[in-house]
């Protein structure tokens, strides 16, 4: 294919958003790069239109989302007591186990033609990690990864008490990418204590306002989080105008 990649990225904060609004949105967005990809191989080389990109921040109301290769044995709470903790549930259909929503976060999902960038999950998934893992270091906070694990954690290295701070689940479909990280901030972590995080019973989840001892601006870390993003994927991050919603 001929089109020219598109290393521009189109920005949209949706607020706090109820789970299955963001999802149909994500959807809508996801299908009509599909969409454009095949008319794209349809069409002669003069015809063809670059795809776009897309990075859209929000955070939930309080949720729970199992991904494709969970167990609902990670969730510890049945109908009711979901209801007691104003809490929903989703199956989805994105990679990974079972995590938890809610406000105090940053939920990035990047729905992004991997071919206008490089056409590597693993490699994007560790660009994911790495925006996450710079931008705490800007807290002087020093995180990484733990081998066999997706997502950001404390106490990488010795792992005396290693901890989660951002957990990660994807779905990528011919190179275009949706779903995408949750990034604790001010967050309520008792929500944790409900269910078995990612399936993994020996670790603790924790917060950026829990290991500076006082809460952080989102939008300040959004900020830092989008910059290191840009830098990463070498990307110039726009805002998306209003018009160009779908």
Same mark, same amino acid.
């Given at each position: 294919?001929?089109? =020219?990649?598109? #290393?521009?990225?189109?920005? $949209? &904060? ?5 789970? %299955? ?5 994500? @959807?809508?967005?996801?299908? =009509? ?15 063809? %239109? ?8 929000? =955070? ?5 989302? *199992?991904?494709? =290769? ?8 049945? $109908? @009711?007591? +979901?209801? %007691? ?13 079972? #995590? ?13 033609? *991997? ?9 994007? +998934?560790?660009?994911?990690? $790495? ?18 694990? #997706? ?5 990488? $290295? ?18 275009? !990418?949706? &779903? ?5 901030? /001010? #967050?309520?972590?008792?929500?944790? /204590? ?11 989840? !924790? ?10 601006? +989102? ?7 989008? &910059?290191?993003?840009?830098? +990463? ?10 018009? @160009?919603?779908?």
């Amino acid at each position: 294919m001929n089109v =020219s990649k598109n #290393t521009t990225i189109r920005f $949209e &904060h949706l607020g706090l958003m109820d789970y %299955q609004q963001a999802w149909d949105y994500q @959807e809508k967005v996801f299908n =009509s790069i599909l969409a454009l990809k095949v008319q794209n191989r349809q069409a002669s080389p003069e015809d063809q %239109q670059a795809t776009p990109n897309y990075l859209l921040f929000c =955070s939930h109301p309080h949720v729970y989302t *199992l991904g494709k =290769s969970g167990h609902e044995k990670n969730l510890l709470l049945n $109908e @009711e007591g +979901l209801k %007691q903790k104003g809490a929903t549930y989703y199956k989805i259909n994105r990679g990974g186990d079972i #995590t938890y929503h809610g406000p105090g976060q940053i939920v990035g999902y990047p729905i992004l033609d *991997l071919e206008n960038f490089f056409t590597d999950i693993h490699q994007y +998934l560790r660009y994911l990690e $790495e925006a996450v893992i710079r931008t705490l270091a800007e807290y002087d906070i020093v995180a990484g990864r733990i081998p066999g694990l #997706t997502g950001v954690w404390l106490d990488h $290295e010795e792992q005396r008490n290693p901890r989660k701070i951002c957990a990660m689940g994807v779905k990528c479909s011919r190179w275009v !990418t949706m &779903h995408g990280f949750a990034f604790n901030i /001010n #967050t309520d972590l008792d929500y944790f /204590n409900n269910i078995v995080p990612c399936g993994i019973t020996d670790k603790q989840v !924790t917060s950026l306002a829990k290991e500076l001892g006082h809460e952080v601006p +989102l939008a300040e870390v959004e900020e830092k989080l989008k &910059h290191h993003l840009a830098a +990463l994927f070498g990307a110039t991050i726009i805002p998306a105008l209003h018009e @160009e919603r779908h």
